[in-house]
Each structure stands twice: as C-alpha cells, then as structure tokens.
C-alpha cells in the first residue's frame, strides 16, 4: 500500500477519479436521479475524462457535452427505463455530481 501526504501525490485527476468508479445497480443510482445530480455519460466519452473536466470547471466543455448530448441529466422517464430493464451501471461520483452509464 502507498502512503503519501496530501498534495505528494503526483496521479492525473483521471487517475485519481478511477479510485471512485465502479459498477453499480440501479437502486443505487436512483436516489441521485431524483436529486437532480445523476447524468448519462455517452459510451464514446471516458466517464473519467468527464469527471475530470466537472472537477477543473472546465464549463465551455462540459456546456459542449451537454448541447451535444454527449452528457444527459438523467429524468423521471429515464428513470422509468432503468426500473423496467435494472442495468448495472458503470458510475463515477464527482461530488455532488453522479456520472454513469450502462455497463455492455
């Protein structure tokens, strides 16, 4: 095991951000659907590179996703899906902000 102080860790953001990605059920990922935070990450997109860009505020990216629909606020009729079908996720948590999508 590594033990380092904080600010000695010399990982990338992505690296750091896998340490907080895993794949989930959907009963875990509801409760932030219906906080408004939960958002589907499009499978071209690494979900860390997303992460990444959301915890640098790099908005002008993130606002690109977004208008592209390459990053989608999950709602109550996604919700609806996922509760019919109960896929695993792959989901990253970038306080306060949940970021997933279906694991193929």
């Given amino acids: 095991m590594k033990y380092v102080l ?3 860790d010399e990982s990338s953001t992505e690296e ?4 907080y990605t895993g794949v989930v059920a959907w009963s875990y ?4 659907c219906e906080n ?6 499009d499978p071209t997109l690494e979900l860390t590179e997303v992460g990444a ?8 990216k993130v606002e ?16 609806a899906q996922w509760e019919k079908e109960a896929p695993e ?13 279906p694991v193929v």
């Fill in 53 to 60: 860009a959301i915890s640098h505020n790099q908005s002008a």
């Fill in 29 to 32: 990922l509801r409760p932030h």
């Fill in 16 to 19: 750091k951000l896998s340490g």
């Fill in 36 to 41: 408004g935070v939960l958002y589907f990450v």
């Fill in 6 to 8: 904080l600010g000695e």
């Fill in 89 to 101: 996720f792959e989901a990253l948590v970038v306080s306060p902000f949940v970021l997933c999508r």
């Fill in 64 to 79: 690109a996703w977004l208008k592209a629909g390459d990053l989608v606020k999950m709602g109550e009729v996604h919700a």
